[in-house]
């Protein structure tokens, strides 16, 4: 069985990157699962507050997660151009202690998606990603982008996607990392 976290990079209740993270929860290839994990409990990142009372249970849950899972699969929205807060807040977490980084993060197939009410999709905020990723020394796949673009048009009310083009994208998409993690955990280059 090939399992894969994901989570989402937005708090909101009707989030389209919690919906389009969803999707592809249901769109898994035979053999394979998708655990989906939440951020929203992660506190704000203080190093005083870790020093005093260490990695909140959250945290270390997701952490143990990812080092578990044959790969990661981040919804990111895009604020401002770039990561949102909430999602760089939930990676500083993730990234301490330093000494952990290797343990979750070494070699460790991840895929970006994100969805956006606007015409570009989240291009900037994975785009944004990448140097983070590298840092942590992550394995990024190239293999697929998905970008989706005037997410309201996209999903209906109930946060299911209404558009074919999408779930084909999608599809395709989780079928293609899929298969990504696979090979890495088969030992293949």
């Known amino acids: 069985m090939t399992v894969l976290v994901g989570f989402s990079g937005s708090l909101r209740k009707d989030s389209f990157n919690t919906a389009l993270l969803r ?3 249901a ?3 035979v053999g394979s699962r998708l655990e989906m994990m939440s951020i929203a409990a992660f506190p704000l990142y203080n190093g ?9 249970a959250g945290v270390a849950a997701l ?3 990812i080092a578990a899972a044959d790969g990661l699969l981040i919804a990111t929205p ?7 807060g909430v ?16 343990r979750v993060f070494a070699g460790k197939p991840v895929a970006l998606m994100g969805a956006s009410p606007g015409g570009f999709g989240t291009i900037l905020s994975q785009n944004a990603w990448l140097p983070v990723l590298r840092t942590l020394g992550a394995e990024l796949w190239a293999g ?3 970008l989706v673009s005037r997410a309201g048009s996209v999903f209906d009310a109930d946060g299911a996607i209404a558009d074919a083009r999408t779930h084909d994208s999608l599809r395709k998409f989780v079928e ?6 696979q090979d890495r955990s088969a030992g293949n280059p």
């Open 176 to 181: 293609g990392f899929v298969a990504f993690a």
């Open 144 to 146: 697929g982008r998905l």
């Open 27 to 29: 769109m898994m290839p």
């Open 48 to 56: 005083d507050d870790e020093a005093a009372h260490g990695i909140p």
């Open 63 to 65: 952490k143990d997660a």
């Open 87 to 102: 999602t760089k807040n939930a990676l500083d977490w993730l990234t301490r202690p330093p000494a952990d980084i290797p």
């Open 78 to 84: 895009e604020y401002n151009n770039s990561i949102p």
């Open 23 to 25: 999707a592809a929860g």
